[in-house]
């Protein structure tokens, strides 16, 4: 799944293409994809400028002329690709948008979870609305993730994944991160000092960072807007690495499910 540092290299990508260009015909083509409807979003885009384009958490969010937002989340499998010379599109596309002069911006999502939300003002899908600070903003991340450790028994890697505490962090980078400060994403949250906290933010920040130099991790769907696959897959220090030795001690990286999820980690360097 598309993590914050693909998301924010995907809008990177589409930023010099987007704004200003108008949507001349509209084809939603999985249905269900759409909120609230396909007959909405075809009536209220069609014709529409594309004023700005945005990224909040994982989501990507393109502002319209009439007042009108697309919020586009690509979930599991969703690619969203820009192209002056369009080929046929592949099999599992949710969305063409075709512009004046030719050129497309297309979602393809062979998983078919990814969503596209049209909504004006209060309307915001209610996980955007939901979304906790974007990472950088340390003195409200901070205080989310100490309240989270004061409140719930839950381990640490589940306070990381949930968007209401932070936006952006999905399985691998929060791996990557609990790696670099040297905590067991299994630990109960609220066993975490203060001195780890401020040890896991700056490691949260590190590894975004680097996934973002990179221009994302590309181990099976994601490309960026122009279908370029990203390098930080040739970087990743634990995730996706289980037996091979950890970088830092040379045991073998270990895997268990933590919040439901896959998780690598090394058993001597996190604690
Ligand atoms: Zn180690």
């Not at 589409?14 to 075809?42: M, N, S």
């Not at 890697?157 to 936006?167: E, G, I, T, Y």
């Not at 962090?169 to 670099?180: H, K, P, R, S």
């Not at 780890?196 to 949260?204: F, R, S």
Request: hydrophobic share 35%.
């Amino acid at each position: 799944m598309p993590e914050l540092p693909e998301v924010e290299t995907i809008r990177r990508t589409l930023a010099p293409y987007l704004p200003g260009k108008v949507i001349t015909r509209v084809e939603p083509r999985l249905a269900k994809a759409f909120r609230p409807d396909p007959e909405t979003f075809l009536r209220e885009v069609t014709g529409r400028k594309i004023t700005s384009l945005a990224r909040r958490g994982k989501y990507l969010l393109l502002s319209l002329d009439n007042g009108k937002k697309i919020a586009i989340h690509l979930r599991m499998s969703g690619r969203l690709l820009y192209s002056e010379n369009p080929s046929p599109p592949p099999k599992h596309t949710t969305l063409i948008l075709h512009f004046e002069g030719g050129a497309e911006l297309l979602m393809e999502d062979p998983r078919k979870f990814g969503t596209v939300h049209l909504f004006a003002g209060k309307d915001a899908p209610p996980g955007l609305t939901a979304l906790g600070p974007e990472p950088e903003k340390k003195k409200e991340v901070l205080a989310n993730l100490r309240a989270a450790g004061e409140r719930r028994k839950v381990s640490v890697k589940a306070v990381l994944l949930d968007q209401r505490v932070l936006a952006g962090l999905g399985n691998i980078y929060t791996d990557e991160a609990l790696f670099l400060a040297g905590i067991d994403p299994s630990r109960p949250v609220n066993r975490i000092t203060p001195e780890e906290w401020e040890k896991l933010y700056t490691a949260i920040c590190q590894v975004l960072e680097e996934g973002l130099s990179h221009r994302g991790t590309s181990r099976r769907d994601y490309v960026d807007g122009k279908g370029e696959p990203g390098t930080h897959q040739d970087y990743l220090r634990v995730y996706g690495r289980r037996d091979q030795p950890c970088p830092a001690c040379g045991e073998p990286v270990a895997y268990k499910r933590v919040a439901g999820r896959g998780t690598h980690y090394c058993r001597i360097c996190q604690q």
